[in-house]
């Protein structure tokens, strides 16, 4: 079976310092892809950033970068410049390419930015 | 560019009641994936609808069902209400099969009583 493993349930950073967030999964299959989503009070599942499995290079979108390694499967969110609209769970999410939108998803890491 | 849209976004049922959540794609998608997200936890697939037909199904029982329409809408009812059913729940459109390019609607939160 595959699972989403986020060991830190809270996690609070200083405005504009840098924290990274852990996942690790678990899967037997090699074509899959990883994600990091956020969801605010409002409830909506927004997407932070996306890394294709078969990419060795690790994904990057503004201030949020992944640490992604394949042979340990891990795959940790690294956020730099923090802000207060950071604030929110954030979930990391894991698909087998092929799968017909099953994305699995951990229990989440609740991030405080504090001013 | 509209997004996805769910109603109502909140409601209380009894146990044993039936109820029926609904959920606008986004313009351009065409495929609809239901997911429940019960309070502490990340959400749990519970199906995908792709040219009004179910394609993918996680681990839920037959009383969770869907329809997709030809506006790519979809309704997911839930029959027979139980107190473990009480969660959110979300919609998510994409324009293909899959759970690339998802965008999700902020949900119904559901209480069942």
């Known amino acids: 079976a595959q699972t989403v493993t986020q060991s830190q349930p809270e996690m609070s950073v200083q405005e504009a310092e840098t924290v990274t967030l852990s996942c690790t999964y678990d899967?037997?299959?090699?074509?899959?892809?990883l994600f990091w989503y956020k969801q605010p009070p409002s409830r909506q599942m927004i997407l932070v950033i996306r890394?294709?499995?078969?990419?060795?290079q690790n994904a990057t979108e503004n201030r949020f970068s992944v640490n992604f390694q394949k042979a340990a499967k891990s795959f940790s969110l690294k956020i730099s410049d923090s802000q207060l609209g950071d604030t929110a769970m954030y979930f990391c999410a894991f698909a087998i390419r092929g799968s017909q939108g099953n994305l699995i998803f951990g229990k989440g890491t609740k991030l405080s930015v504090k001013p | 560019e509209t997004g996805v849209t769910q109603s109502p976004t909140h409601l209380i049922k009894t146990r044993g009641q039936q109820v029926t959540l609904r959920c606008s794609s986004q313009s351009g998608h065409n495929t609809v994936s239901w997911y429940q997200q019960a309070l502490g936890q990340g959400p749990q697939f519970i199906f995908q609808y792709y040219r009004e037909e179910e394609n993918g199904r996680g681990n839920f029982p037959p009383r969770f069902s869907g329809l997709q329409f030809p506006n790519y809408s979809s309704e997911l009812n839930v029959n027979a209400l139980e107190l473990d059913d009480s969660a959110l729940y979300l919609c998510?459109?994409?324009?293909?099969?899959?759970?690339?390019?998802?965008?999700f609607g902020s949900g119904t939160r559901l209480t069942v009583v």
């Open positions: 890394q294709e499995a078969y990419k060795q």
């Open positions: 998510a459109s994409s324009s293909g099969q899959g759970a690339v390019g998802y965008t």
């Open positions: 899967t037997s299959e090699n074509n899959y892809y």
